[in-house]
């Protein structure tokens, strides 16, 4: 029996990475709006949700959707460490966007307390920080979808240079509207309709995640240099595949 489930699940993933396949070819060369349209009102249709950081190219893709689906359930990960300046821009777009349905994500208390109860994680196991304040909450709410949007794009990282507009990570779909967005791209869409920028942005924060985390970039630096500078990290661990390297 063990065996029949592991073949069915098997079957099951790889025809759900064969599907962010197909949706990643059909995608390509359409607008970020248009496939925001498709994911959201038809191919996942009540079983999708955004994730934002609300950092500095947040925006785009919260304008996006607030014109498609402005009641999208939108998650921020609210990990007790983010710039004040962070939560404050938060709520000023939430309001101007007119977004009417911000989840707070928050790591579950009594784990908090067991695991980092004096508010030292981030320095002595930065992984498990992460873990505990990103990734499970994250992973909670998401038992109750089957896809989420983000707003990665290949140009901010090496390590996201041949990011697909749509991924299977083993557990959920995941669709990158912004994947081949160049930073002009996103700076003409700020422009063009008038939208308030991150304000750790112009004091040299091009990717904004937690206080404890996050540096401003050297000159010549990748966007998310910044990211837990000095150390091997690169990311939080909530893009991670769940089963195998590619995701499948
Ligand atoms: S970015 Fe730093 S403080 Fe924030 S959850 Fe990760 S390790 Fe913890």
Not at 46 to 52: E, F, H, K, M, R
Not at 168 to 183: C, E, M
């Amino acid at each position: 029996m063990t065996i029949l489930i592991d073949v069915v699940r098997d079957a099951q993933r790889s025809d759900n990475g064969r599907r962010a396949a197909e949706l990643s070819a059909q995608y390509e060369g359409w607008t970020p709006q248009d496939i925001l349209r498709d994911a959201i009102r038809n191919e996942f249709l009540g079983d999708i949700t955004l994730s934002s950081s609300f950092g500095a190219d947040s925006a785009v893709l919260l304008h996006m959707v607030a014109q498609i689906a402005p009641n999208l359930p939108v998650l921020f990960l609210d990990t007790d460490r983010h710039f004040f300046q962070t939560l404050q821009y938060r709520d000023e777009l939430v309001a101007r966007l007119g977004l009417t349905n911000l989840i707070n994500l928050r790591a579950d208390p009594e784990e908090a307390a067991a695991e980092d109860a004096k508010g030292t994680l981030w320095r002595t196991n930065p992984d498990q920080c992460c873990d505990l304040r990103k990734v499970r909450p994250l992973d909670r709410l998401m038992d109750g979808y089957g896809a989420w949007i983000s707003g990665r794009k290949r140009h901010q990282a090496k390590t996201r240079a041949n990011l697909p507009i749509v991924e299977w990570d083993g557990r959920h779909f995941k669709v990158n509207p912004l994947a081949t967005w160049t930073q002009a791209d996103l700076d003409a869409y700020f422009a063009a309709h008038d939208l308030p920028h991150h304000p750790l942005v112009e004091q040299g924060f091009p990717s904004i995640g937690c206080f404890t985390c996050t540096k401003p970039v050297e000159d010549g630096g990748d966007a998310r240099s910044g990211r837990w500078a000095g150390t091997e990290k690169v990311e939080c661990g909530i893009h991670n595949p769940i089963y195998g390297g590619e995701g499948i």
